[in-house]
């Protein structure tokens, strides 16, 4: 391997860690919005059948069925957890090209130092 390989093994190593870095912090965030609403939608289970229930439609607030309402929370819920889902694949498959890298490194950084003789 060249030098220009061993640069090109560490841009990759820096562009996947950087990838990796965004992609756990939408895993956060996306944690954060199931968590948010498994809460929202125990609230709601909670509620009279009879409840006056108003969702934010931009500046308005727009009347809504509880079952509607149950249904859209549970609905996102899903939704929600399969990016989390994708994110995971994302980021582990990431994690293995990661490991590659860092594999192929440390096998030319061995082969230097056989290749340089010792006086």
Known sequence: MSQDKVTRIVKEINTLKTSCEKLNAQLEELITQKVENEILLEEVKNLEDDAVLHKLVGLILV???????????????????????SRKKVISNSEEKLKKLFSDLEVHTNQRKVAIPQS
């Not at 009347?63 to 399969?82: L, M, P, V």
């Open 63 to 85: 009347r809504e069925e509880k079952n509607k309402c149950y249904d859209t929370i549970t609905r996102r819920i899903h939704y929600i957890t399969g990016e989390i889902e």
